[in-house]
């Protein structure tokens, strides 16, 4: 596996850590990374096995096993202890536990995002960022039918036609959210956009695109420019309409509220991180950075650090605002506390999860659905 999409992992995960603990306002966009990861591994995988299997069956069989013992036991397991925790101790008095009993079920059944968007969610620390996995999981339902039945010749059009729709629902979908046609959405359109499946389609096209069909090396001159290009647009245009340049937001503030940029800005995030996939490939993208072994560790375990991560902070959060409140000795009232604190701790729950739990399910992946030796090296 090319090191270097570990690195891309590492500083995505990164990226969103630093948002949940309120250091980072534009860490967010490290989930669009990971979308944009998952359309750029998994469309050449998909390829790859529809041409070394016989029949759909087979193949959809194949891709389904490797995807459900990667994603399934750590999910559920995660999801379990959380019920397990509410059955057996009770614990409804604690904060998000009272109203976790009811939103489960979403997780569960991978609709977390639709309840997101309704105009009856409640934020909960344990469970509220597995709208993303949610996410993930429905593109694993649609992306295999569409490889499968759309010819290779036909998929390059294909793809770019869902990139250029991306905008196009972005905005239909805020339209039904704003006018109230469907009265239980939330009305906060750049919310449920953020979180509807459609949104992100073209996060995963130009993913796929970028993997199978742009052949041509991206130069650091040309990311560069690109770079600097879309964060000087989302700077200027965030100063049109709040007379703030904000420079911590990257000009892209959470979900993107300003200058309707959940239509448009989420394109060129997803255009950025195709670039960057599309750098390390080569291998020519700060590769002493990148390919740094702890980076790559991080990126190697990030599943379960994304997994885990959002209730491990509120955890250690909520001991740290405890020791304050009860004056216990030797406790700074600095936050960077507890946010050293639980990503350390997110950090070793992670790993004893990975090489105690989720390596066992990995390694039986080529047992029971194994690889054609001409696939892909690639692996997420």
Not at 53 to 67: A, P, Q, V
Not at 161 to 175: K, N, S
Not at 281 to 297: Q, V
């Amino acid at each position: 596996m090319n090191p270097s999409l570990n690195g891309y992992r590492a500083f995505a995960f990164l990226a969103v850590f630093l948002f949940h603990i309120n250091v980072f306002p534009a860490g967010y966009l490290g989930v669009q990374a990971f979308f944009v990861l998952s359309g750029f591994l998994i469309t050449p995988i998909l390829l790859s096995t529809k041409e070394k299997t016989m029949g759909f069956k087979e193949y959809l069989k194949n891709f389904m096993i490797r995807r459900v013992l990667r994603i399934f036991p750590l999910y559920y397991f995660y999801l379990g202890f959380l019920a397990c925790t509410i059955a057996f101790f009770g614990l409804t008095q604690l904060e998000y536990f009272d109203s976790l009993n009811n939103q489960l079920i979403y997780g569960f059944t991978y609709t977390y995002n639709f309840y997101h968007s309704a105009d009856f969610f409640e934020h909960n620390r344990y469970i509220t960022h597995f709208w993303s996995l949610a996410v993930e999981e429905q593109f694993y339902l649609i992306w295999p039918l569409l490889i499968y039945f759309v010819s290779k010749r036909h998929l390059k059009k294909m793809l770019v036609f869902i990139i250029l729709l991306g905008p196009v629902l972005r905005l239909l979908i805020a339209f039904i959210s704003s006018s109230n046609a469907l009265p239980f959405l939330s009305s906060n359109e750049n919310v449920v956009v953020y979180v509807s499946t459609l949104s992100h389609l073209d996060a995963f096209a130009i993913g796929g695109l970028a993997s199978v069909f742009i052949k041509k090396e991206v130069g650091n001159f040309v990311l560069g420019v690109v770079v600097s290009s879309v964060i000087a647009l989302g700077l200027i245009t965030n100063y049109i309409a709040s007379s703030e340049w904000n420079f911590s937001t990257l000009g892209y503030g959470p979900l993107m509220k300003n200058s309707y940029k959940y239509i448009w800005g989420f394109s060129l995030v997803n255009i950025i991180c195709s670039l960057i996939l599309l750098r390390l490939k080569s291998r020519n993208l700060f590769r002493g950075i990148i390919e740094n072994k702890l980076i790559t560790y991080i990126g190697l375990i990030s599943y379960g650090l994304y997994v885990y991560h959002y209730g491990l902070i509120h955890i250690c959060k909520s001991i740290h605002e405890y020791c304050l409140k009860n004056n216990i000795p030797g406790v700074p009232e600095s936050p960077i506390t507890y946010q050293l604190g639980a990503f350390i701790l997110t950090l070793l729950v992670s790993s004893v999860s990975y090489f105690f739990f989720e390596l066992w399910f990995i390694k039986l992946k080529d047992k029971i659905a194994p690889k054609s030796k001409k696939n892909p090296s690639q692996q997420r």
